[in-house]
């Protein structure tokens, strides 16, 4: 069965450096996600991506933040200049849009983002 | 705007007994719900999803949920916990009925199966 996959599992990086977070959506998905949960809160989204451009974001989604799709396989979230209260787990997710019902995203494992 | 509300961090049940999560929500729209599950190192993985058609949502695994507009409620049951149950779920209530929006998640109930 197809399934979102994530990398790096854990990534530890220094305050003020820069992260990509990498995902690969299910091959015949259309649209994309990026959730985060900081240790023992809500999962919140962050934001949508449909056909190469942000379809929506959340207030979390600053100018700090950018998402790319480089190729036709990978999704990525890139962290410019990274502070402590970004330590999180990073999920990425993928729906397939299909008209005229509710799509379900489908979540990769997670990548644990450590920021000392 | 959209929310909701897991009413217990934490649950735990003996094997074989029956397992019930509860989850409120609240919503500006005709609300899609869904619960998820995730086991540990793994991702979130879809349960069941109510879209307004039954009330009575089947998913994966013996779960089922009952949607409740007149209580608000979406409570995730399944009649006899297995080991393997063991796990954090998820109660979600998504922007919109239809096409792709953003999810918006209660805070999580972790369920301990008792041998």
């Known amino acids: 069965e197809p399934e979102v996959t994530q990398t790096p599992s854990h990534q530890v990086t220094q305050m003020g450096q820069e992260v990509i977070l990498r995902c690969v959506p299910i091959?015949?998905?259309?649209?994309f996600y990026w959730y985060r949960q900081i240790l023992g809160q809500k999962v919140e989204f962050l934001v949508s991506?449909?056909?190469?451009?942000?379809?929506?974001k959340s207030e979390i989604f600053d100018d700090q933040f950018s998402v790319e799709r480089p190729d036709g396989s990978n999704f990525t979230l890139k962290i410019r200049s990274t502070k402590l209260e970004d330590s999180a787990m990073y999920f990425c997710?993928?729906?397939?849009?299909?008209?005229?019902?509710?799509?379900?995203?489908?979540f990769g494992p997670g990548t644990r983002l450590t920021v000392l | 705007a959209q929310s909701v509300t897991q009413l217990d961090s934490h649950v735990s049940v003996s094997e074989g007994t029956p397992v019930l999560l509860r989850c409120n929500y609240s919503?500006?729209?005709?609300?899609?719900l869904f619960w998820y599950v995730q086991h540990p190192n793994k991702g979130l993985q879809l349960l069941l999803k109510y879209t307004s058609a039954a009330t009575l949502v089947k998913g994966i695994n013996g779960f089922e949920a009952e949607f409740k507009k007149s209580e608000t409620s979406f409570h995730l049951t399944k009649p006899s916990a297995h080991m393997s149950d063991a796990a954090e779920y998820f109660c979600v209530v998504s922007k919109t009925q239809t096409g792709a929006n953003n999810l918006f998640f209660g805070t999580g109930t972790r369920l301990t199966v008792i041998p």
């Open positions: 091959s015949n998905h259309l649209y």
């Open positions: 991506f449909y056909n190469n451009e942000i379809s929506e």
């Open positions: 997710a993928s729906s397939p849009r299909t008209s005229g019902s509710t799509d379900t995203q489908y």
């Open positions: 919503s500006s729209y005709s609300p899609s």
